[in-house]
């Protein structure tokens, strides 16, 4: 199953740009990368999805880069709300299951 | 907007008991899933069911079972609650249309604590 790497914390000033990075090194073809995010206490939210082109809308860009290896999720105006765990995934490729791993704790800054 | 909906954001159950947490999605979704959450071990499936009636073992269905009599409401339930099944709760729903890679949508979880 393919696994992903985030880094365990990023900070990012309030207005600035938000760019969380993961590394997706063993994704095979035909498996998509999804971002979610999750506020202290509730479920996770839903971001954007992708499989080989960027893809962008109302909340965020998600690049993926061309071997498919790594990709970024850029929240363009970060706010204090963003602050919040992310989470990269990839679903098992012809199944429903989710690996969730331990994500990125984002800290927006006044 | 997808809304899925649980009913109980928190709960508090003695050993032994039966527990019953109810899941319902206004999306006309396909598929439902039962997740639980722990500190240390992310998101861990339970159950999932593409289709009323229809289920399947996630990761860890060992002490639950489920049940999706209609559409819109999967349940899950704890035959006989355990200490070690106190947990965050999260249930999900995705739609079935296409290949498999609709996202799923969450609802906002159950605590439970088991006494």
């Known amino acids: 199953d393919a696994k992903t790497t985030q880094p365990p914390s990023m900070d990012c000033a309030e207005g600035r740009a938000a760019n969380l990075p993961c590394n997706h090194s063993t994704i095979s073809g035909n498996e998509y990368v999804y971002w979610y995010r999750q506020i202290h206490s509730q479920g996770p939210q839903y971001i954007i999805h992708g499989l080989k082109n960027n893809e962008t809308n109302e909340m965020a860009s998600l690049i993926i880069t061309e071997d498919r290896k790594s990709s970024t999720l850029i929240l363009p105006h970060a706010t204090l709300r963003d602050t919040a765990v992310y989470y990269c995934i990839v679903r098992v490729a012809g199944t429903y299951k989710y690996i969730f791993g331990t994500g990125t704790r984002l800290k927006v800054l006044a | 907007d997808v809304k899925v909906t649980q009913s109980s954001r928190y709960l508090v159950k003695r050993t032994g008991e039966k527990v019953f947490l109810e899941c319902v999605q206004d999306m006309d979704h396909e598929n439902m899933f039962w997740y639980r959450q722990d500190p240390g071990l992310g998101l861990r499936l339970i159950y999932f069911s593409y289709d009323v009636k229809m289920k399947e073992k996630g990761d860890i269905p060992e002490g639950y079972s489920v049940s999706r009599e209609k559409k819109e409401r999967f349940s899950l339930i704890l035959e006989s609650a355990s200490t070690n099944q106190t947990s965050m709760y999260l249930c999900?729903?995705?739609?079935?249309?296409?290949?498999?890679?609709?996202?799923?949508?969450f609802g906002d979880g159950t605590r439970l604590s088991i006494l």
């Open positions: 999900a729903s995705s739609s079935g249309q296409g290949a498999r890679n609709q996202p799923q949508h």
